[in-house]
């Protein structure tokens, strides 16, 4: 039990990190959400957005990040 506590902790920091860097990164005018590859498609009474670029940026960060943190492991 204190393993999956210890993990769900570490989830939420992490969770709790990107969120603050979200947060810092749209005050300083960085363009997440609206990248090109974004769509957002408005009609009368719908609206339907999907970030496949931002998407695919924090796929790559987080490729990079991981493979860093497993490399420095060994």
Same mark, same amino acid.
């Given at each position: ?6 993990? +769900? /902790?570490?989830?939420?920091? +992490?969770?709790?990190?990107?969120? &603050?860097?979200?947060?810092? &990164?749209? *005050?300083?005018? +960085? !363009?997440?959400? *609206?990248? !090109? ?13 999907? !970030?496949?670029?931002? @998407?695919?940026?924090? @796929?790559?960060?987080?490729?990079? +990040?991981?493979? /860093? /943190?497993?490399? @420095?492991?060994?």
């Amino acid at each position: 039990m204190n393993e999956l506590g210890k993990m +769900l /902790l570490a989830i939420g920091l +992490l969770i709790a990190l990107v969120g &603050a860097v979200m947060l810092i &990164a749209g *005050r300083i005018g +960085l !363009p997440l959400g *609206r990248l !090109p590859g974004d769509f957002a498609y408005r009609g009368k009474r719908v609206t339907f957005f999907f !970030p496949l670029g931002t @998407s695919i940026l924090f @796929s790559v960060v987080l490729t990079i +990040l991981v493979y /860093l /943190l497993a490399r @420095s492991r060994r």
